[in-house]
């Protein structure tokens, strides 16, 4: 069963969980279940999704429950109405804030403006030998993506060289590698625990918070962050 997070007679929304594609799509490959689909059935109802996470990146995944009001929050997300924040545990100390400005090729070969703003949270330094170094460290973040560019967060902090702990494409394998043989740990460290918006009805503004699973818990135990607040 998925977790919904909120629900009316206009919108819902859940928890996705990392691993479950939101919809078919030629990028994503072939998959045996959707998010659209298990959450169709387990309504019993059709429901839009209005925007999409990444496969492998859990958190708030927002849908209509009709066509009118995909359109109105479509616009929303277009319009860059839509304050969407993540969680996402780094490679190293990253600044304590930063705005990245940085242009990404999209799947079709355009290039498009992307900019990324983030705040770190909280740091770590643990007895992890990693190449020359004997210990590793790490970083808790917040980031808000102000455009919502394809894997725009995980190829942004690849391009700061603080790449996102457990990506495989935009990450440090040696990393994943490490935390895959010394803790068996292969989850990719990004949530959406966040999405502010005006209902496309009421216009009333609407939180909707996500909490994190047990992978990224236990990522954070090792790390000892305290992740109270996203739990």
């Known amino acids: 069963m998925l977790e919904i997070l909120y629900r009316d007679e206009h919108i819902i ?9 939101v919809h078919k799509s030629f990028y994503a490959g072939e998959a045996d279940t959707y998010a659209i689909q298990e959450l169709k059935k387990q309504i019993g109802q059709k429901v839009y999704p209005v925007h999409r996470l990444d496969r ?12 009118d009001t995909l359109r109105i929050m479509s616009e929303q997300f277009a319009s860059r109405e839509v304050e969407k924040k993540y969680l996402a545990i780094l490679r190293g100390w990253a600044k304590e804030e930063e705005t990245i400005d940085y242009d990404l090729i999209n799947e079709n070969e355009v290039k498009q403006n992307a900019v990324t703003y983030y705040s770190r949270l909280q740091t770590s330094e643990i007895d992890l030998p990693f190449l020359k170094h004997q210990t590793s460290r790490y970083c808790l973040v917040e980031a808000i993506p102000e455009t919502g560019r394809f894997h725009q967060l995980r190829k942004h902090f690849k391009h700061i060289l603080h790449p996102i702990l457990g990506c495989r494409k935009h990450g440090c394998n040696k990393q994943n590698k490490l935390w895959l043989q010394t803790f068996e740990i292969s989850k990719m460290t990004l949530h959406a625990h966040q999405l502010i918006f005006n209902h496309p009805v009421s216009n009333e503004r609407i939180t909707v918070n996500a909490t994190i699973d047990d992978e990224f818990k236990r990522v954070g135990d090792i790390l000892n962050f305290d992740l109270s607040s996203y739990s």
Not at 13 to 21: D, Q, V
């Open 56 to 67: 492998k990146t859990s958190g708030v995944l927002l849908f209509t429950l009709d066509k």
């Open 13 to 21: 929304a859940i928890n996705k969980p990392s691993g479950l594609l």
